[in-house]
């Protein structure tokens, strides 16, 4: 088990950036760790993920504005955003996925940070 905490929510104007972190108990130098978003009234979304090795993948609709990291050495996984719109506003969370633990893809349970508020307005 291990416990993700997330911070650097905060309210932010049309165009403008913010980057959230996430800080993790223990390692996630072995994990696939992703970035998913709530936006009101809507369901949970996958926003950026990044592997082990350093393959990433985006959602449409923030390709090209968001970008995900990790530091292995300070278990830590950022999410910068940059020319934020409206229709990003969300509870964020950060996610570590389940260690894979038979050939046939069992897998351990999920991890998931209580989130932390993103609000795009003007």
């Known amino acids: 088990q291990v416990q993700l905490v997330e911070s650097g929510g905060g309210v932010v104007q049309p165009g403008g950036s913010l980057r959230l972190s996430c800080t993790a108990s223990g390692s996630i130098s072995r994990y696939t760790m992703d970035w998913y978003r709530q936006p009101p009234g809507k369901a949970r979304e996958l926003v950026a993920t990044l592997s082990p090795g350093g393959v990433t993948n985006y959602a449409d609709s923030v390709k090209g504005r968001f970008t995900i990291s990790r530091d292995n050495v300070k278990n830590t996984v950022d999410l910068q955003m940059n020319s934020l719109k409206p229709e990003d506003t969300a509870v964020y969370y950060c996610?570590?996925?389940?260690?894979?633990?038979?050939?046939?893809?069992?897998?351990?349970?999920?991890?998931w940070g209580q989130g932390t508020q993103v609000t795009v307005s003007s």
């Open positions: 996610h570590r996925q389940g260690r894979v633990l038979t050939v046939e893809g069992a897998r351990a349970p999920d991890s």
